[in-house]
Structure formats: C-alpha cells, structure tokens
C-alpha cells in the first residue's frame, strides 16, 4: 500500500490532484471499466477521468472517495449517468457498484465493438476503406 506522503509527493511533482492519483493508484493505474493501462501511452495517460459510480447529479457526490472511480474518457462516457442504484437499489458497497457499472459499461463496449465491425466491413466492401 502506498502511503499519503508518497502519493502528496508524486502529485505534486507531477500535477495531479491527489485524491484522484490515489484513484489511479488503487486502480493500478487501469481504467476500472476496460483495463486499459494509462501509463500506456500519452492518449490514454491524458484520457484518465474519475467517474461517479452513482452519478452526482443522483447525489453520488456526498459519498466522496467511496463513489469514485478511475476511468477513461470513453468508458466514462459510455456509462455516462446511468445509476447503478436504479437497477439495483440494495447495493451498498464500492465493489458491489463498480461489479454492476462494469458489467453495464463492458455490454455497451460489445455493442460499439459490433457496431464498428460492421461499419468496418461494409466501408472495406465499398472500398472506402483500406485495413492497414
């Protein structure tokens, strides 16, 4: 576990708010959603957001740390402000919430996935489009 000191350090050193580096630090640096590593490259270094689990505008902001979660920008978005406690009002717990938002995210990206797939190979059947 890394200590505040650490954190406090690292954050301002490299200009991170320090409530959202100990987002990407129990993350691992991971958007929570995908996986998707943002120490990867610069796009997704520059891509992190912190997403509500229960969105604010549903009062998920008075939880604080307990609702937010590193995410990036296109998972974010993709969750936008679905309520996991609509779905399922008896959870309680951070994990609990992030099970469910993951869950609802991950079946949104197979959809945009089969989208794009489709949209790929009908662009290449046409040929306005050439697969690198």
């Not at 954190?7 to 409530?19: G, L, Q, S, T, V």
């Not at 997403?51 to 740390?65: A, E, I, N, T």
């Not at 993709?78 to 938002?101: I, M, Q, S």
Request: glycine share 6%; aromatic share 10%; hydrophobic share 40%.
């Amino acid at each position: 576990m890394t200590d505040d000191d650490t954190i406090a350090r690292f954050a301002k050193e490299h200009n991170w708010h320090p409530d959202f580096l100990a987002l990407l630090v129990e993350s691992n640096w991971c958007c929570v959603y995908c996986g998707r590593s943002f120490m990867a490259d610069h796009h997704l270094y520059f891509a992190f957001t912190h997403d509500h689990l229960v969105p604010s505008s549903k009062d998920g902001s008075k939880d604080g740390q307990h609702n937010l979660v590193a995410a990036c920008d296109s998972c974010n978005k993709l969750k936008g402000k679905w309520n996991p406690l609509e779905a399922n009002p008896g959870l309680t717990t951070k994990a609990e919430l992030l099970k469910v938002c993951r869950e609802y995210v991950s079946a949104r990206l197979l959809d945009r996935e089969a989208r794009v797939g489709k949209a790929r190979a009908a662009a290449e059947a046409l040929g306005l489009w050439l697969a690198p």
